[in-house]
T-cell receptor, first 112, second 113 residues
């Protein structure tokens, strides 16, 4: 059974820092991995999707990497801003037609 | 605009009173799914559908029903809601080809008293 872990549960950093959010998963036979952002009381916004054959994806200040063999993904946020404050969720799809298995998220606070 | 919509966004009801949460997507996606999100438990899948008239249970299906009569709609039905179904519910959809990226609705916050 796939399990996804995100540690720590919460993180507070000063504005301008470059930071890395970690995600680990137990079954390396994944189809893809998605990073989402969730603002308080709101829905999930897809940030980046990495296919199993890819090593990384980039969108603006965000870069996500995938190392299937070690069961890890990282989300790199460059030059963090207060507007980046949110919960970041990692989710893994183990097959083309399978569900997403979510981590519990990392709540990020960027201090002005 | 490509989107997944849910209604209502907020609902307070009493134990045993049947309710339906609607979900609709305009992306012609085959796959649709319902999740619930609870503090400390994260997001868990309730039911999913691979296409019209094809539905299957997720991890936590007890107390819920779904139907998929049209491709764009996937309502979630609580026949007899109980307080342990108080939660934040999300509908999601994706294509069954390409990247399989899932798109989520804005969520429905349900309180059962």
């Amino acid at each position: 059974k796939q399990e996804v872990t995100q540690i720590p549960a919460a993180l507070s950093v000063p504005e301008g820092e470059n930071l890395v959010l970690n995600c680990s998963f137990t079954d390396s036979a994944i189809y893809n991995l998605q990073w989402f952002r969730q603002d308080p009381g709101k829905g999930l916004t897809s940030l980046l999707l990495i296919q199993s054959s890819q090593r990384e994806q980039t969108s603006g200040r965000l870069n996500a990497s995938l190392d299937k063999s070690s069961g890890r993904s990282t989300l790199y946020i460059a030059a963090s801003q207060p507007g980046d404050s949110a919960t970041y969720l990692c989710a893994v799809k183990t097959g083309a037609n399978s569900k997403l298995t979510f981590g519990k998220g990392i709540t990020l606070s960027v201090r002005p | 605009e490509a989107q997944v919509t849910q209604n209502p966004r907020y609902l307070i009801t009493v134990t045993g009173k049947k309710l339906t949460v609607t979900c609709s997507q305009n992306m012609n996606h085959e796959y649709m799914s319902w999740y619930r999100q609870d503090p400390g438990l994260g997001l868990r899948q309730i039911y999913y559908s691979m296409n019209v008239e094809v539905t299957d249970k997720g991890d936590v299906p007890e107390g819920y029903k779904v139907s998929r009569k049209e491709k764009r709609n996937f309502p979630l039905i609580l026949e007899s809601p109980s307080p342990n179904q108080t939660s934040l519910y999300f509908c999601a959809s994706s294509s069954l080809g390409g990247a399989y990226e899932q798109y989520f609705g804005p969520g429905t916050r349900l309180t059962v008293t």
